[in-house]
């Protein structure tokens, strides 16, 4: 079983945990999300496209990312799940943490930070090793494609998270 641990308003954590996706925050009660912008120094980033399977958005194009697991620091909760869903290790990579946005949503015990991260990385395509459950494939895309997928309605965050692809 998945715990994640319960961050107060002050994003500090209240020593308390919650099952994966039980959905039982209290209003001023979160917990954390991570996203890792992976870039190439040519100026294109990893995007992945959802599997079909997935219950939220299938389909839909994003950026690496998940939430972290009790007991685990923000940077390491983005460098696995980069890992996990890409293969790319980014712990030496360029870059690093960018900043944080928040969501609340009254009433639905769904109640989240999101800490971002971009990591500029000299990877060859043959290095990637997607997570097939997760990941339905993948493009090296320009933030202009980004964005229109965006304008398409079919990239996640893009509008919380849209000064990151700017290098």
Request: charged share 30%; net charge negative.
């Amino acid at each position: 079983m998945e715990y994640w641990d319960i961050y107060d308003k002050n994003k500090q954590k209240t020593g308390r945990t919650m099952k994966r996706n039980d959905w039982c925050l209290k209003d001023d009660e979160y917990h954390l999300t991570v996203l890792g912008v992976v870039a190439r120094p040519d100026g294109r980033f990893l995007i992945t496209q959802r599997v079909m399977t997935k219950a939220w958005a299938p389909g839909w194009w994003e950026v690496s990312g998940g939430a972290a697991m009790a007991g685990e620091e923000s940077l390491d909760a983005v460098l696995r799940e980069v890992k996990e869903e890409t293969g790319l290790d980014v712990s030496g990579a360029q870059g690093g943490y960018m900043f944080s946005y928040h969501r609340e949503n009254p009433g639905e015990g769904d109640n989240y930070f999101v800490d971002i991260y971009r990591f500029v990385l000299d990877f060859d395509e043959k290095d990637l090793k997607l997570q097939d459950a997760e990941t339905l494939g993948y493009k090296l895309a320009t933030a202009d494609e980004i964005r229109e997928l965006a304008a398409q309605g079919i990239f996640l965050h893009y509008d919380s998270i849209k000064d990151v692809f700017t290098l």
